[in-house]
């Protein structure tokens, strides 16, 4: 069974830039979680998707973070413009129901200058 | 709100034993979960509590106790492999909220 792929692994802005990363999660896995991680800290929720719809986004900064998840499956973060504390790796993670074991991709890591 | 807490770093020999606890505040509970995360890599799971009790599986085993807010990951005949952050994660009574603890780092000594 394929695991969730995430893509970019890796990706290097400057401060104002706008940047996007996909996931695509584990087939007929309903729930999909997008997380940011700064280095020594835990993964922070950003969104939650059950399907296609948002279940959770009360710690989306949605002046700059937009999420989605068209038919169900792939999803893209997007942040416009980016700051230097957006600095962090994002996590994708997906689990087959939405009280479940999840499941993480490798991870965006993202570098703002 | 929700709040998790664990202790940030630990040291254990190889071949002990080590406990890693996590306390936590929720406004609801629909269970437990423990997650490895290797430096660098994504967070793996490990074990998932939902009522109280002990759940062993193989070298790893995950206690639960609701009323005390409590929950501790039981690591046995640790291995240089186990040095890692362990974390502690938490979701609410619908599913909605699901928050991570800080973590707490491992490392194995020889």
């Known amino acids: 069974e394929a695991g969730v792929a995430q893509s970019p692994r890796y ?19 309903a729930t999909l979680y997008w997380y940011q991680q700064i280095l020594g800290q835990g993964p922070k929720l950003l969104i ?25 499956v792939d999803s893209t973060l997007k942040i416009q413009p980016a700051k230097l504390e957006d600095s962090a790796v994002y996590l994708c993670a997906s689990s087959l129901v939405r009280e479940g074991e999840q ?11 | 709100g929700q709040n998790i807490d664990q202790p940030t770093e630990m040291t254990a020999t190889e071949g ?29 799971f490990l074990s998932y509590n939902v009522l109280d009790g002990l759940e062993e599986k193989g070298r790893f085993s995950s206690f639960l106790s609701r009323s005390k807010g409590y929950s501790y ?28 603890g800080p973590g707490t780092r491992l490392s194995v000594l020889p």
């Open chain 2, 73 to 100: 990951l039981l690591l046995k005949e640790l291995q240089m492999k186990d040095s890692a952050s362990y974390l502690c994660a938490v979701k609410d009574n619908y599913g909605q909220n699901f928050v991570f």
């Open chain 2, 16 to 44: 002990a034993i080590v406990q890693i606890n996590c306390t936590y505040q929720t406004s609801g509970f629909n269970g437990l979960f423990w997650y490895q995360q290797h430096a660098g890599e994504a967070p793996t």
């Open chain 1, 11 to 29: 990706k290097i802005i400057e401060k104002r830039q706008s940047v996007a990363f996909w996931c695509n999660p584990i087939s007929g896995h």
């Open chain 1, 48 to 72: 939650q998707f059950q399907n296609n719809g948002v279940v959770d986004d009360s710690q989306l900064p949605k002046d700059r973070f937009s999420a989605e998840r068209l038919k169900g």
């Open chain 1, 103 to 113: 499941y993480f991709g490798p991870g965006t890591r993202l570098t703002v200058t």
